[in-house]
């Protein structure tokens, strides 16, 4: 009897650890927030040449594009900036806060030994998880997420190469990606706020002049100018974008902020460095642009940016503990230097549109 009683208990255990043990590998499926969608068999030019032809081809948007600076280059690297009809329609009746789920980004880069070819983008199935987890739609925002991410690797199967898909750094898990507030420690440089609680007003006024506002931000961004990867003062439009009636996107950069980004991003990176591609750190290129937001929620008109050590955690922290430490007051500078920027509006006022 005490033999069939411990046979059992051990079947019991069994059965227990099997399915604790399908439970944790099933809740441990983790989401990049970039995916690595085409390995190349072409050159940069080449590549970047059959992509375009494919998305002009698809039903994605194509907003714009930007070849990537940074000091010392040896890897070229470019972003698209695009947007799926499709997938914009399955959002339309969110909150217009957040809409930064809704910008897909594309990037080609030249990686590793013999610097091959590749293609990956920001994951639309991660940044769902991100800015529409209180949503009552969430499963399907996030189905229609999947699908637009579906969409962008149609685009990419048009170019001649190897079709995969791996999971790219920095790498979390759903549950992670709900409440993303920053990463072990160093929550506290990020406030330990989300995503809304990062949005930091810059701008505030009515709701009738929500088109005022949107003019007003779009003359001085235009009005602004790169200065070069040594200055953070100046920067660059590369996309408006509308998203529904209440809110508009744009998408700024500077060099200053891609030099820091690329090279802070490889210097604790051993994986895909090489002695001919010496920045792995390119790979990231679809973090770029950064956002200013526009948004109108029925009581204000509020212009917005994100606190960029929020951001920069969520799409850099696998730069290492370490470069963050070394690091600590660049999400500073360059936050500082956006928000001057947008309330430096004197002279942009008077400045025509383009």
Not at 26 to 51: K, P
Not at 113 to 124: A, L, Q, R, S
Not at 190 to 215: C, H, I, M, T
Not at 301 to 312: D, H, L, N, T
Request: glycine share 6%; proline share 4%.
């Amino acid at each position: 009897m005490k033999s069939k009683f411990m046979k059992l208990c051990r079947l019991s255990t069994l059965a227990v650890v099997f399915l604790l043990g399908f439970g944790n590998a099933y809740a441990a499926e983790d989401y990049g927030i970039f995916e690595r969608i085409l390995e190349s068999s072409g050159s940069f030019n080449d590549t970047t040449a059959a992509l375009e032809k494919a998305l002009a081809e698809s039903k994605l948007t194509l907003s714009s594009k930007r070849d990537l600076t940074y000091t010392d280059k040896q890897q070229q690297a470019r972003v698209y900036v695009l947007t799926s009809p499709a997938y914009m329609e399955a959002a339309k009746g969110e909150a217009p806060e957040t809409i930064s789920a809704q910008i897909l980004r594309i990037g080609v880069y030249e990686y590793g030994e013999g610097k091959k070819v590749h293609i990956n983008m920001g994951n639309p199935t991660a940044h769902a998880m991100v800015f529409y987890a209180g949503s009552k739609k969430y499963a399907d925002l996030l189905a229609a997420a999947k699908i637009a991410a579906q969409e962008i690797k149609d685009v990419a199967a048009k170019v001649p190469g190897t079709q995969v898909s791996v999971q790219l750094e920095p790498v979390r898990s759903e549950k992670t990606l709900n409440k993303f507030n920053g990463d072990g420690p160093a929550k506290m440089m990020a406030k330990f706020r989300n995503w809304k609680e990062s949005q930091n007003e810059v701008l505030k006024d009515k709701p009738e002049n929500f088109g005022a506002v949107v003019a007003r931000v779009e003359n001085t961004l235009r009005a602004s100018q790169d200065k070069g990867v040594e200055d953070s003062s100046g920067w660059r439009l590369l996309s408006k974008i509308p998203v529904g009636a209440n809110a508009v996107y744009f998408g700024i950069t500077n060099d200053y902020t891609e030099n820091k980004c690329i090279r802070i991003n490889s210097d604790f990176r051993s994986d895909g460095k090489a002695k001919d591609a010496p920045y792995p750190g390119v790979d990231h290129a679809p973090s770029i642009p950064l956002e200013v937001l526009v948004i109108n929620d029925g009581k204000n008109v509020k212009v917005v940016q994100y606190g960029e050590m929020w951001r920069m955690q969520l799409y850099f922290w696998d730069s290492g503990y370490m470069a963050f430490a070394k690091n600590t007051l660049i999400p500073s500078i360059i936050f500082s230097s956006i928000d001057q920027t947008l309330t430096a509006t004197a002279s942009a006022e008077t400045a025509p549109a383009k």
